[in-house]
């Protein structure tokens, strides 16, 4: 069995790896379509196998409680954004955005980044948890140019510089990591590996580790939309394919989020470190309020959707920031609501940009009224993303705000005060997409909703009662975060 | 053969070795920041490479390592000769000679350098007061070389300064990494780098991005972003 769970974990990153190139070869972009949701779907049965049958962790490879959650999670929404994606590209051939060429190159690019994104999640070694960063974050740069408008290749190219300085930061950081683990570990893969690092934490240098720590935070924290340096965010959600707006709100900021996450923890269990939670927290404070501000003079729907993934992001990084049990079990229950839902908005945004023709708010009116199906899924959406209930994320909400009430009121206070000013500005713009006299030009749609009743029902499920069993896994991850 | 040279320096030559090296790189990072022509830029980068080459390589002889000599080689071959070709190239087809002007005016990007250089120095050697002295200094260098890169980037507008810029912060990367005594997958990290580079240089070819596309107009930015009303 545990030679099984091993292929298992090479599954997740082999699967993709091999569908990339069959993928690459493909001339039929139908075919592609169901190859990639195929290969998708493999993926997320490698890594449900893994969370029944876990494998001792080898000097490669790494599962435990914390990343089991992420890389579920990341072949989950991979696997639905891939079957939203074949009903999305269909049309974007129908109107002549993409052309059969381009979607080959995208399909191929979709699978190098599930193999970027897990070999990040699931491997035990700081250098190729950095390579696997690095090569989702290229692929997903090609994407984002797909559409080669100007507009797209300035998106694509902005994400394409600032992404590439935040991994040479988190590199450097990498490396002071092992310079702090040398001495202890010695040289040579061992002093790379996360398990050595984390029962050998107390022996390592805390100078190193500090200054190592920030470098990551902002090397990493760029990839994850921290403020400030989320400058690529917008741009790239915006110009790009929907679904590929879909996995990085979705799954990219997840995969950036838990890096930061790992060292956290390697920093927690040396007692002279400075308290890597105060950075984190006022880092996704910061990001709170600035997203917040910034979405009530948004124009375009992906652009404003992406900037609420920001200020998600901020309220994720301050709940991993303070801590403790309930704030660190708030901070999984978020990430993992926000996962769901964004992506799901993402992808009722993508039909209505289709069936409208525009991503401009003011062009799109009233599509309770003209699009029904359409118009109440996004109102359930912006429901659920701005934290009513009774969906999953006021649940988790709720629990860091009361926990953090209790240990710093004033932060509790700020915190609630930044998620009110982001819910006004969502409130607004969704009563003025949704409601009203509709506007003008509107075509059919004919794709698939399944995946967006499939992930906002998850939500609803969990936030009208959090299943025992997800709590006390979260409870558990929580103690080991620390 | 080789492991009697090396018993023949001691280990004060060798380290001064090196520690030239890499404050030689910090000196053609200054180099960089005052071009005021595009082709000097390229030529001035093609030389940061070279540099980092011969520290590197060092490096490998002394730590007797062999495989960074890949990493020494990648630089001398791909970084200071390759790519400063193609962005000659670059500049020739996208007929940008012209001179570039960093943002703040010469005198005070310099100034921000020297801060930079006296930050990592104040910050690194502190850190590091416990790690051995050939990765201590090292470390610190390479940092100076990293800020000094990210200076480049953000004081120039030019794309081609912006990829010059990059490259030499990522070179700043490779010295701190070849300088981590027996830190494994450098090989593999720097030509991880090289293919990222190759990367920005074709889009840049491809895509004929000529400036940053930022503008001090904000208006003709938020009709970019589709932000207008």
Not at chain 2, 112 to 121: C, E, N, Q, R, T
Not at chain 2, 122 to 134: E, G
Request: aromatic share 8%.
């Amino acid at each position: 069995m545990t030679r099984l769970a091993i292929d298992a974990v090479v599954a997740t990153i082999a699967v993709p790896a091999v569908a990339a190139l069959i993928l690459s070869l493909m001339p039929s972009w139908r075919l592609a379509s169901r190859i990639n949701i195929l290969a998708s779907l493999l993926t997320v049965i490698a890594s449900a196998f893994l969370l029944l049958h876990r494998p001792a962790p080898t000097s490669l490879f790494l599962i435990d409680d914390l990343n089991i959650v992420f890389l579920l999670l990341n072949s989950f929404v991979g696997f639905t954004t891939s079957v939203f994606s074949a009903s999305y590209i269909a049309h974007e051939l129908d109107t002549g955005h993409l052309t059969p060429r381009y979607l080959r190159f995208y399909h191929a690019m979709y699978q190098v980044m599930m193999v970027g994104m897990n070999l990040a999640l699931v491997t035990n070694n700081l250098g190729l948890m950095w390579f696997g960063v690095e090569l989702a974050t290229l692929s997903t740069v090609m994407m984002v140019g797909i559409y080669r408008t100007p507009a797209s290749i300035e998106a694509s190219w902005k994400y394409l510089i600032l992404g590439s300085v935040g991994i040479a930061l988190a590199l450097f950081g990498t490396i002071l990591i092992y310079l702090a683990a040398k001495p202890v570990l010695g040289t040579g893969m061992g002093a790379m590996q996360w398990t050595n690092l984390l029962r050998h934490a107390a022996a390592l240098d805390p100078a190193m580790l500090n200054v190592g720590f920030v470098f990551l935070l902002i090397g990493y924290g760029t990839k994850a939309g921290l403020v400030p340096m989320h400058a690529w965010l917008p741009d790239a959600h915006a110009e790009g394919p929907t679904p590929i707006s879909a996995v990085l709100s979705g799954l990219l900021l997840n995969v950036a989020l838990y890096t930061i996450l790992r060292f956290k923890v390697l920093l927690a269990g040396s007692a002279a470190t400075i308290e890597p939670g105060i950075l984190m927290a006022s880092a996704g404070l910061v990001s709170l309020f600035f997203a917040a501000i910034m979405l009530y003079r948004r124009r375009d729907i992906k652009r404003m959707f992406a900037y609420s993934s920001i200020e998600h992001m901020g309220i994720i990084a301050f709940a991993f920031g303070i801590g403790g049990p309930l704030g660190n079990i708030a901070g999984l229950l978020q990430m993992m609501m926000h996962s769901l839902t964004k992506s799901a908005i993402f992808f009722s945004v993508g039909h209505v940009a289709q069936a409208k023709d525009t991503q401009k708010i003011t062009e799109i009116r009233g599509l309770t009224t003209s699009h029904p199906l359409l118009g109440w899924t996004l109102v359930a959406g912006v429901a659920a993303i701005a934290g009513l209930p009774p969906f999953g994320i006021f649940t988790s909400e709720f629990l860091l705000i009361t926990s953090t009430f209790a240990r710093a009121p004033i932060l509790a206070v700020l915190l609630g005060f930044g998620i009110l000013l982001a819910f006004g500005a969502l409130l607004i713009r969704m009563t003025a997409l949704c409601f009203g006299q509709p506007s003008s030009g509107s075509n059919a749609i004919t794709a698939s909703s399944v995946p967006i009743f499939l992930h906002l029902g998850i939500v609803l499920l969990i936030g009208l009662a959090l299943p025992a069993f997800l709590y006390d896994w979260f409870a558990h991850v929580a103690t080991l975060l620390g | 053969m080789t492991s009697t040279i090396a018993a023949l320096i001691s280990p004060a030559t060798s380290l001064s070795v090196a520690h030239v090296l890499a404050g030689s790189l910090i000196l053609v990072s200054f180099m960089m920041l005052y071009q005021d022509r595009l082709s000097s830029v390229i030529n001035v980068l093609a030389l940061h490479a070279a540099v980092l080459g011969l520290a590197v390589g060092w490096q490998a002889y002394i730590q007797g390592a062999p495989e960074l000599y890949i990493t020494a080689a990648l630089a001398l071959g791909f970084k200071a000769v390759v790519i400063p070709l193609a962005l000659h190239r670059i500049v020739e087809r996208l007929g940008i000679h012209r001179e570039v002007e960093a943002v703040g005016g010469i005198s005070l990007t310099m100034l921000a350098g020297i801060g930079l250089v006296a930050l990592s120095m104040m910050v690194m050697l502190r850190t590091a007061a416990h790690a051995d002295a050939l990765a201590r200094e090292d470390v610190a260098l390479a940092l100076s070389v990293i800020l000094l890169g990210l200076l480049m980037m953000v004081t120039r507008r030019n794309a081609v300064s912006q990829i010059a810029g990059f490259m030499s912060l990522e070179n700043g990367l490779i010295l701190a990494a070849a300088g981590a005594q027996g830190m494994p997958l450098v090989v593999e990290i720097s030509v991880a780098f090289s293919i990222l580079i190759a990367f920005i240089v074709i889009g840049v070819f491809l895509f004929r991005i000529r400036e940053r596309f930022d503008t001090v107009d904000s208006a003709a930015l938020d009709a970019f972003r589709g932000e207008l009303q």
